[in-house]
């Protein structure tokens, strides 16, 4: 897997986004350690409290069907202006609830999070610079 795929995929994820409320639309694309790659889209309700995050959509996803151990997730978040799809966004960095979901699965130190603008425009992090110190399966072991 390169990076410039992955993020290809968060791009394309990021078309299914159902975000009537906020009209922020994110799509994240999660690379397992099995080679594959999941998807995911925010999908908000009526009911605000209940919008679940991209990241977290891939998440949930993948370890619904089977998988456990990932490597990284690319994310694209922004709202489209004019109803024109963006090509170039903010860098949409994870919320602290996602991080935390990342953390259960991958391994803080390796794990990558790349954020992206664009398909060529991209920052990568690995999960414990932005989640440093952080509590886990491991702690509890
Ligand atoms: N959102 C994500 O999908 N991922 C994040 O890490 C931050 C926020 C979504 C939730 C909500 O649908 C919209 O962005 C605005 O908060």
């Avoid at 099995?34 to 959509?57: F, M």
């Avoid at 664009?118 to 414990?128: C, Q």
Wanted: aromatic share 10%; with cysteine; charged share 25%.
């Amino acid at each position: 897997m390169n990076d410039n795929e992955l993020v290809k995929a968060a791009f394309a994820a990021r078309i299914n986004a159902y975000a009537p409320y906020s009209g922020y639309k994110v799509g994240a694309a999660l690379f397992c350690s099995d080679g594959s790659i999941i998807t995911g889209c925010n999908v908000e309700n009526s009911s605000y409290g209940l919008c679940n995050c991209a990241e977290r959509t891939a998440v949930f996803k993948a370890v619904s069907e089977g998988k456990r151990g990932f490597c990284a997730i690319a994310i694209v978040g922004g709202i489209d202006k004019d109803d024109e799809i963006i090509k170039t966004a903010d860098y949409a960095y994870p919320c602290g609830a996602c991080r935390q979901v990342l953390r259960e699965f991958s391994d803080p130190e390796t794990f990558k999070i790349i954020v992206a603008r664009s398909e060529s425009d991209f920052k990568t992090f690995t999960l414990s610079e932005l989640l440093p110190n952080s509590f886990g399966p491991d702690s509890i072991a």
